[in-house]
């Protein structure tokens, strides 16, 4: 049976319905070169399973995805000489339009990351409220007893 949508774009991709640069596929999942790459090598990693945000895709998916990007990386990394045959990568995962999600079918992005002029530039503010010590602990209460009951 099959998970994917009739209209979205991703899922046409692993129909074949538009073209891709695809690297890899299993059963549960297909990777392709992103078409507006912010560094050599930026590929996508999706569930074939349609899906806007993380905790929308089953688990069984969300196992396959990983192991797939991590191939990609390795493969990623062997066009480096010298020494340092071991660059850095970012694996990025956005959910939803306010955390910069533009196509709506769960996505990870492997961002080879070798020089500071390309890949992703990573930066976020650190308000001081959010590290007060008696705020944190309550969070962390919160979150440990919202945990324990999914
Ligand atoms: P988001 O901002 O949603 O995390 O990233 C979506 C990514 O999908 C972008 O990096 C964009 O370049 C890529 N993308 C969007 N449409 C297509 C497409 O039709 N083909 C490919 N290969 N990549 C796409």
């Known amino acids: 049976m099959s998970h994917l949508s009739a209209n979205c774009i991703f899922c046409k991709i692993i129909r074949g319905e538009i073209p891709s640069l695809k690297l890899a596929e299993s059963a549960k999942s297909y990777a392709f070169l992103d078409i507006g790459p912010t560094a050599k090598g930026h590929a996508l ?4 399973y349609c899906g806007e945000k993380l905790h929308d895709i089953p688990d069984e998916y969300l196992a396959d995805l990983l192991p797939m990007a991590k191939k990609i990386a390795l493969a990623s990394q062997l066009d480096v000489k010298g020494l340092d045959s071991t660059p850095g990568y970012n694996i990025l995962q956005n959910n939803g339009r306010i955390a910069h999600q533009v196509v709506p079918h769960v996505h990870v992005h492997l961002i ?11 930066g976020w503010p650190q308000p001081a409220d959010a590290a007060d010590k008696d705020q944190l602990a309550s969070l962390h209460k919160d979150l440990v007893e919202r945990i324990s009951k999914l």
């Open 112 to 122: 080879p990351k070798r020089d500071e002029e390309t890949g992703l530039q990573v």
């Open 45 to 48: 990693v999706i569930p074939k």
